[in-house]
């Protein structure tokens, strides 16, 4: 794949926030790869087997998308809050802070990647099954483990903001 396209560089951004934040060699967090991965595995299993089907797609497709969209305007803005931080004298930046916005940015944009993956087998899903009828079980259990992780990443970028201003605000 072009690097153009590649998106192993967000993953990796992604994957290097899930550490010990109070370890100094900053070692990955095993319950932190497994709250993210591991609960929407779960629940993703749990749907394929128990045969869940989704309906209503093309509101969730709807909905899924502008969230997408949305995500990718907070990613702008994340990345001019990192230029402004930059020229702050009152943060370090190799501080805190500069630290937790910089971990934002990238659980932002891993978030933009997932929300794009989830319209992708939505916009499928959508695509191939007839008007009013129910996701196939596959595709379901898809759905589930993408929507979950996009919420769970979204509850990762809410702490971070949170961490983030408790540090900027002493």
């Known amino acids: ?20 934040q109070n370890d100094p060699k900053q070692r990955p967090r095993l319950g932190d790869y497994l709250g993210l991965f591991g609960v929407p595995l779960i629940l ?26 949305l995500l990718f305007g907070l990613l702008v803005h994340v990345f001019t809050l990192g230029l402004r ?14 630290q937790l916005v910089d971990q934002l940015q990238g659980n932002v944009a891993y978030a933009v990647l997932v929300g794009l993956f989830t319209t992708t087998v939505l916009i499928v899903g959508v695509s191939t099954t007839l008007k009013d009828h129910a996701l196939g ?24 903001t949170q961490a983030a201003y408790e540090q900027f605000r002493l």
């Open 1 to 20: 794949m072009s690097a153009k396209w590649s998106v192993a560089p967000i993953i990796k951004k992604q994957l290097s926030t899930l550490v010990d």
């Open 85 to 98: 931080i930059t020229d702050d004298p009152r943060i370090s930046k190799s501080g805190k802070t500069a």
């Open 44 to 69: 993703a299993t749990a749907a394929f087997f128990t045969e869940f089907r989704l309906r209503g797609i093309e509101g969730l497709l709807g909905g899924v998308a502008i969230f997408t969209a």
């Open 137 to 160: 079980v596959p595709i379901s259990a898809i759905t589930v483990f993408s929507i979950s992780h996009l919420l769970l990443i979204m509850l990762m970028s809410l702490k971070r």
